[in-house]
T-cell receptor, first 112, second 114 residues
């Protein structure tokens, strides 16, 4: 069965520090991969997506993610976190025309 | 502002009430979705509509009844809900049904069932 795992429920980082949020998936073929962000009281907003080609994709707000087929991973990174990045982050995976499967999310807290 | 508007933002209802959630988009999208977001659970896809036809119904209890009168509006009718139905209900839209299409989400309706 298709599945998406975000191993970290909650991460706290200092402002200005680097960030990596993990995402692992279980799919048969090459999936479409997404990261969405949800600020408190808001819906989800797309940060970036990977379909094919260069395995390092750039997104909005200074985020990037790298697709590693050998590790079935699509980790999200940011070199320097800002306080406004505090939010919930969701990894999502899909293939063909099937609906996206979302992970449980990772809540990011940013401290001064 | 994503272009997807949900009303109301908050709703408290008793188990015997009937209420409706509304979603509206004027992005020219052809696909619309209802998701349920509960604490510590993955986002659950409930219903999918494409060109006003329901194409996905993920074993959702009949106490949830969707309606898509046109490509811009989506409703979720609620009746005789249970306390475990308390959650954030998110509406989303996309240009079409393809998996690689970007989803545009509304801010959600926070539902509490007493």
């Amino acid at each position: 069965a298709q599945s998406v795992t975000q191993p970290d429920i909650h991460i706290t980082v200092s402002e200005g520090a680097s960030l990596e949020l993990r995402c692992n998936y279980s799919y048969g073929a090459t999936p479409y991969l997404f990261w969405y962000v949800q600020s408190p009281g808001q819906g989800l907003q797309l940060l970036l997506k990977y379909f094919s080609g260069d395995t390092l994709v750039q997104g909005i707000k200074g985020f990037e993610a790298e697709f590693k087929r050998s590790q079935s991973s699509f980790n999200l990174r940011k070199p320097s976190v800002h306080w406004s990045d505090a939010a919930e982050y969701f990894c999502a995976v899909g293939e063909g025309n099937t609906p996206l499967v979302f992970g449980k999310g990772t809540r990011l807290s940013v401290i001064a | 502002e994503t272009g997807v508007t949900q009303t109301p933002r908050h709703l408290v209802m008793g188990m015997t009430n009937k209420k409706s959630l509304k979603c509206e988009q004027h992005l020219g999208h052809n696909a619309m979705y209802w998701y349920k977001q509960s604490a510590k659970k993955p986002l659950e896809l409930m219903f999918v509509y494409s060109l006003e036809e329901r194409v996905e119904n993920n074993s959702v209890p009949s106490r949830f009844s969707p309606e898509c009168p046109n490509s811009s509006h989506l409703f979720l009718h609620l009746h005789t809900l249970q306390p475990e139905d308390s959650a954030l209900y998110l509406c989303a839209s996309s240009l079409n049904l393809a998996t690689n299409e970007k989803l545009f989400f509304g801010s959600g309706t926070q539902l509490s069932v007493l």
